[in-house]
């Protein structure tokens, strides 16, 4: 049997057990395992060796510390007080406009992205803040739903983003993880701005689901002065990415640096060390649920490589003569299919080693395809029947996700909308990083 075959099928089992709710890290081992020892002739050695051997390889890699790194830092960063401190900012400039506390919503989670880099972050902490609000000011219960769950997304844009840096690690080529999280910023801008205007056309299309805005007029000088509530994103989001960028530390080290400076910010604040010693055990968990995936993936990622299953793909597709743009809206649809019941880390290392060599090798920015699969791969979880932003954020609310779901559907659409128009003008990811690199 070819090896192209082995590699397709096996790709196909680990998605059929994945589907059917077995845990994603056994079933990409278990299938791993049966790949090599098909691939190799019943070579059971050689299956051996390499599930011996590659963990403690992965493990005693020095790259991978800066998931551990990152996801403290945004633990951190929800627990004091940072993203309350820019939604409290962020109101005082646009709370009195028709729509202004949902453009608050959208606005303080594309600034709470610059410190955590999770979106179930945003989705549970700006669930709790702004719904009260958004009630009692007269705004539709399901499109303030909707408009928390789906703005969480801002944070895989904004760097610093878990799921761009998780895509670099396991991307097939070597990438500058400083270039791709720069090449976020832009797509952040576009996609904040297209849900405010979403906010907007809702408003017109459903007469009463957006109320007029007003209440209490906010001075000038206090409008001014809840800046002052931006400094610790700004700071950490300049020490964290400007650092990266420049070259004064590499990724990992950036995020050693923005977990220390959020520590000392923690302690500032006076924040009781046993909550902190508690917040630093939650990011410890998170960690312990993500690296068995990671090293699952990375060995099943070897398999792949092995059976030159991506290099089949691209040389059938490119016989086919498909433009390309076809072949992006497939990897599109196939992404959302999966986050119907996969988070975007799963979604990344399971799909990036078969996906990524196929549109590089059509001619795609491969910057701009981390950062389009990597949206892409965060609004699937706005998708029914396991939404994970849907349910992140339901969960924080104490409510049925079925209410989220009725009011997602705008925001998605949006969303997907902007995915597509990278696809068709990557110089959106592009431009920002060029300009910087001259």
Known sequence: MASWLIGLLVFLLM???????????ISMLSCAFIGFVALYGGDFKMALNIFTTYPFELGANYDYAVLPMFM?????AGETGIAEGAFRSVHAFLGRIKGGQLFTV???????????????AGNIVFGRLAMPELEKSGYDRKYSLGCIAASGALSTLIPPSMGIIMFCLVSPVTMSVGTALMGG?????ITALALCGTVRLIGVLHKGSIPPGGGPKIPVSEKLKSLRFLIPILLLFGLIIGGTFAGWFTATV????????????????KMPVKQIAATMVDAAVMEAGIFPIIVAGQIFSKFIADTHLADFLSAAIASISAPRFVIFLLVVLLYVFCGCVMDIMSIIIITVPVVFP???????????LVIALCFVAEIAGLTPPIGM???ATANALRINPSEIFKGVVPYFICEIALVLLIGLFPIIVDFLPSLING
């Not at 998605?15 to 890290?25: D, E, N, Q, T």
């Not at 959208?106 to 999770?118: P, Q």
């Not at 950036?254 to 604040?269: E, Q």
């Open 358 to 368: 196929i549109l590089t090798g059509m001619g795609y920015s491969p910057y701009a």
């Open 72 to 76: 403290l830092v945004g633990a951190l």
């Open 254 to 269: 950036g995020g050693a640096v923005g977990a220390v400076a959020v520590l000392i910010y923690a302690l500032c604040r």
């Open 106 to 120: 959208v606005g303080a989670n594309a600034l709470f992205g610059a410190c955590s880099g999770s979106s179930v």
């Open 185 to 189: 910023i832009i797509p952040g801008i």
């Open 15 to 25: 998605m059929v057990l994945v589907f059917a709710g077995i845990p994603i890290f």
């Open 389 to 391: 932003n849907v349910f």
